[in-house]
């Protein structure tokens, strides 16, 4: 029964209610930092950190923390979270913090992560909030990856780019390159390629779900109904 | 929920507590993790300024701590921002080099912070750009990882190239520009000139401060 639950709520936070695809929150950090696949990795992996602090506490101080004042108190222990993992990041991934910049206070405002707090952490138990904390994370950082690598790829003609600024010297090797020759493509890099790119994976997103629906829908038919409703 | 038999003041009150309880948690969170790495991460940003600094003049041409042995000096004119950094390079006590950080505040977005490196002889160690805002793939070539543009500095002067030449190939000077893109080259390009002449004007007064208020000043 509880295992249903977390492949549920797994299959939610990657897919079915994916915070950048379907509820188009965090925009903000998601259009900026993409530009290279690593920029949007560690922008992810440091939301993720931040979702699953916030959404612990959050879910283990719910049933004492009153209505009228949950919402400052989430706002405060994200505002903490994030200003730890900014100092912690500025001291342990310097380069990538640099790069990163404005983005990683900025994850204060991603409203994905107060999103979770107040529609998941604070009514559910603080495993089923850890659960929902790493997948939502884990989908976001997938998209902000995805997103980085095609418009790096299209627009530079590499792959892994600055890599060894988050895996340290073993990743210089990683970098993949169409070569010097390759024009690249401007508009890629540019912000209105963060917008084109996010349209075509949420398109590609609709047509994937489409697929699994019509496929559902045949196989509901031929047996017995079963599946929740999403 | 706070429709109860609670009064509302006592409701507020407990929930003003609530508040401030979590309001001193989250600055004993912030606070220990300041605590935690301000040490280190004043550590990186030394380490990410020499290592910048060492790309234009070598380590091995100065033994002075460079970070320490520095000067703030007040040229707006030429070096583009009210208070700049110049760090002084010595070798066995003597002048080697002085590195200046000219901002230049008319970028194609934003300011673009420099380092210029001028030897005793008034020619250009190295220019490197420390930070900018430039548009990515045009006008960040000025980036010496993007593009090996900016190394052609080196070794220029005042004299060499002439004067009248200090501008990009547009402007009828001798520095490419890029394609596509002017405006960043062409504000580094006069950064550094204004730099040298600046270095020209005040050589003496930068070696003489060297003398006079040579103790290292505390970073």
Redesign the interface.
């Given at each position: 029964m509880a295992d249903i639950e977390y492949r549920r709520i797994t299959l939610d936070g990657l897919w079915h209610n994916n915070q950048a695809l379907v509820a188009l929150l965090g925009l903000c950090p998601l259009m900026a930092v993409t530009?290279t696949l690593v920029n949007g990795l560690g922008l992810g992996l440091a939301t993720t950190a931040v979702l699953l602090m916030s959404n612990l506490s959050v879910s283990g101080i719910r049933h004492?923390?009153?209505?009228?004042?949950r919402l400052?108190?989430f706002v405060?222990?994200i505002?903490?979270?994030v200003?730890?993992v900014e100092?912690?990041m500025?001291?342990?991934f310097?380069?990538l913090y640099?790069i990163l910049g404005i983005f990683i206070p900025l994850i204060v405002t991603n409203c994905a992560i107060i999103g979770r707090a107040e529609a998941f952490a604070s009514r559910n138990p603080i495993s089923a909030s850890a659960v929902d904390a790493l997948s939502i994370g884990v989908g976001f950082t997938l998209v902000l990856s995805v997103l980085g690598g095609l418009r790096e790829f299209i627009?530079?003609g590499t792959l892994f780019a600055g890599a060894p600024l988050l895996f340290g010297d073993i990743a210089s090797s990683w970098e993949l390159s169409l070569g010097e020759e390759y024009p690249?493509v401007?508009l890629a890099?540019?912000p209105p390629g963060a917008f084109i790119g996010l349209g075509f994976l949420i398109a590609l997103k609709n047509i994937i779900d489409k697929r699994l629906s019509s496929r559902a829908v045949e196989v509901t038919a031929a047996t017995a109904p079963a599946g929740a409703p999403s | 929920?706070?429709e109860g038999p609670e009064k509302p003041v006592a409701?507020a009150l407990?929930?003003?507590a609530?508040?401030s309880l979590?309001?001193i948690?989250?600055?004993l969170?912030?606070g220990l993790?300041?605590e935690?790495?301000v040490e280190?991460?004043a550590q990186?940003?030394r380490e990410?300024l020499l290592t910048q600094l060492n790309a234009i003049l070598p380590a091995t041409e100065y033994d002075n701590p460079l970070l320490q042995d520095y000067l703030d000096v007040q040229a707006p004119a030429r070096l583009g921002a009210q208070q700049t950094r110049v760090y002084r390079a010595r070798k066995t006590g003597q002048p080697v080099a002085v590195i200046l950080s000219p901002v230049i505040a008319n970028g194609y977005s934003g300011a673009i912070n420099l380092v210029v490196g001028i030897r005793q002889d008034g020619r250009l160690a190295g220019v490197r750009v420390l930070s900018h805002r430039e548009?990515?793939?045009?006008g960040d070539k000025i980036e010496a990882d993007r593009n090996p543009w900016i190394l052609g500095f080196h070794d220029k002067s005042l004299q060499d190239p002439a004067p009248a030449q200090w501008k990009v190939r547009r402007d009828g000077g001798v520095f490419d520009q890029f394609t596509g893109a002017t405006i960043s080259p062409r504000a580094v390009v006069a950064a550094v000139r204004q730099s040298l002449l600046y270095y020209r004007s005040e050589q003496a007064n930068l070696f003489r401060a060297i003398d006079e208020k040579g103790k290292p000043a505390d970073g």
């Amino acid at each position: 029964m509880a295992d249903i639950e977390y492949r549920r709520i797994t299959l939610d936070g990657l897919w079915h209610n994916n915070q950048a695809l379907v509820a188009l929150l965090g925009l903000c950090p998601l259009m900026a930092v993409t530009n290279t696949l690593v920029n949007g990795l560690g922008l992810g992996l440091a939301t993720t950190a931040v979702l699953l602090m916030s959404n612990l506490s959050v879910s283990g101080i719910r049933h004492w923390v009153r209505a009228e004042v949950r919402l400052p108190v989430f706002v405060m222990i994200i505002a903490s979270f994030v200003t730890a993992v900014e100092l912690l990041m500025n001291a342990y991934f310097h380069e990538l913090y640099k790069i990163l910049g404005i983005f990683i206070p900025l994850i204060v405002t991603n409203c994905a992560i107060i999103g979770r707090a107040e529609a998941f952490a604070s009514r559910n138990p603080i495993s089923a909030s850890a659960v929902d904390a790493l997948s939502i994370g884990v989908g976001f950082t997938l998209v902000l990856s995805v997103l980085g690598g095609l418009r790096e790829f299209i627009g530079q003609g590499t792959l892994f780019a600055g890599a060894p600024l988050l895996f340290g010297d073993i990743a210089s090797s990683w970098e993949l390159s169409l070569g010097e020759e390759y024009p690249g493509v401007l508009l890629a890099i540019l912000p209105p390629g963060a917008f084109i790119g996010l349209g075509f994976l949420i398109a590609l997103k609709n047509i994937i779900d489409k697929r699994l629906s019509s496929r559902a829908v045949e196989v509901t038919a031929a047996t017995a109904p079963a599946g929740a409703p999403s | 929920m706070a429709e109860g038999p609670e009064k509302p003041v006592a409701s507020a009150l407990i929930g003003a507590a609530v508040l401030s309880l979590f309001a001193i948690i989250g600055a004993l969170l912030v606070g220990l993790s300041y605590e935690g790495t301000v040490e280190r991460i004043a550590q990186n940003e030394r380490e990410a300024l020499l290592t910048q600094l060492n790309a234009i003049l070598p380590a091995t041409e100065y033994d002075n701590p460079l970070l320490q042995d520095y000067l703030d000096v007040q040229a707006p004119a030429r070096l583009g921002a009210q208070q700049t950094r110049v760090y002084r390079a010595r070798k066995t006590g003597q002048p080697v080099a002085v590195i200046l950080s000219p901002v230049i505040a008319n970028g194609y977005s934003g300011a673009i912070n420099l380092v210029v490196g001028i030897r005793q002889d008034g020619r250009l160690a190295g220019v490197r750009v420390l930070s900018h805002r430039e548009t990515p793939g045009l006008g960040d070539k000025i980036e010496a990882d993007r593009n090996p543009w900016i190394l052609g500095f080196h070794d220029k002067s005042l004299q060499d190239p002439a004067p009248a030449q200090w501008k990009v190939r547009r402007d009828g000077g001798v520095f490419d520009q890029f394609t596509g893109a002017t405006i960043s080259p062409r504000a580094v390009v006069a950064a550094v000139r204004q730099s040298l002449l600046y270095y020209r004007s005040e050589q003496a007064n930068l070696f003489r401060a060297i003398d006079e208020k040579g103790k290292p000043a505390d970073g």
